[in-house]
T-cell receptor
Framework: NAGVTQTPKFRILKIGQSMTLQCTQD?????MYWYRQDPGMGLKLIYY???????DKGEVPNGYNVSRSTTEDFPLRLELAAPSQTSVYFC????????????FGPGTRLLVL | KQEVTQIPAALSVPEGENLVLNCSFT??????LQWFRQDPGKGLTSLLL?????REQTSGRLNASLDKSSGRSTLYIAASQPGDSATYLC???????????FGTGTSLTVIP
């Protein structure tokens, strides 16, 4: 069991570029989440999904898009990268909500210059 | 909107000491509260999950308590070890919606 995996680990983007952050889980979890963590701040929810084909916005969705075509994968798309999107991005999954614990990936560190 | 606060932001203790980390939240209408550990450059690892109907949860040297009415939770670490050095975050899940609200964390250093 690899758990939740994320790629890449680190990326530098220029302003206006786009990229996709990959997230895969092998625990057959229905629920998946994307968070961002800014220095000295708590995690903030960007998007989440309750199953394949179903996604919804979290607290800070602007500038991001997601899709969920399979149970395992939940990619996060950044369009027109901005310096404000410099952050560490975490993907997480859980079997169900609200009672179940979340399992987190190791994170992707993104720097937009 | 739920606000979650963790004080202090940083804490240093000598090895062997018992310690308490604090988490407070503004809206008592929560479904559950979770404590996580985060090591530098790593993801979060769940430590304890307390449902709103529970008062405390224990795992090894860790004990988490929940007082919904006062909007507080504490994480008690007994006989601290250098390996406990990490950032500890709490997160609350409101009764409605699918949002988790995280605190900013307490950075713990246990000095050998």
């Amino acid at each position: 069991n690899a758990g939740v995996t994320q790629t890449p680990k680190f990326r530098i983007l220029k302003i206006g570029q786009s990229m996709t952050l990959q997230c895969t889980q092998d625990m057959n979890h229905n629920y998946m989440y994307w968070y961002r963590q800014d220095p000295g701040m708590g995690l903030k929810l960007i998007y989440y999904s309750v199953g394949a084909g179903i996604t919804d916005k979290g607290e800070v969705p602007n500038g991001y898009n997601v899709s969920r075509s399979t149970t395992e994968d939940f990619p996060l798309r950044l369009e027109l990268a901005a310096p404000s999107q410099t952050s560490v991005y975490f993907c997480a999954s859980s079997y169900s909500i609200p009672a179940e614990t979340q399992y987190f990936g190791p994170g992707t560190r993104l720097l937009v210059l | 909107k739920q606000e979650v606060t963790q004080i202090p932001a940083a804490l240093s203790v000598p090895e062997g000491e018992n310690l308490v980390l604090n988490c407070s939240f503004t809206d008592s209408a929560i479904y559950n509260l979770q404590w996580f550990r985060q090591d530098p450059g790593k993801g979060l690892t769940s430590l304890l999950l307390i449902q709103s109907s529970q008062r405390e949860q224990t795992s090894g040297r860790l004990n988490a308590s929940l007082d919904k009415s006062s909007g507080r939770s504490t994480l008690y670490i007994a006989a601290s070890q250098p390996g406990d050095s990490a950032t500890y975050l709490c997160a609350v899940r409101p009764n409605t919606g699918n949002q988790f609200y995280f605190g900013t964390g307490t950075s713990l250093t246990v000095i050998p």
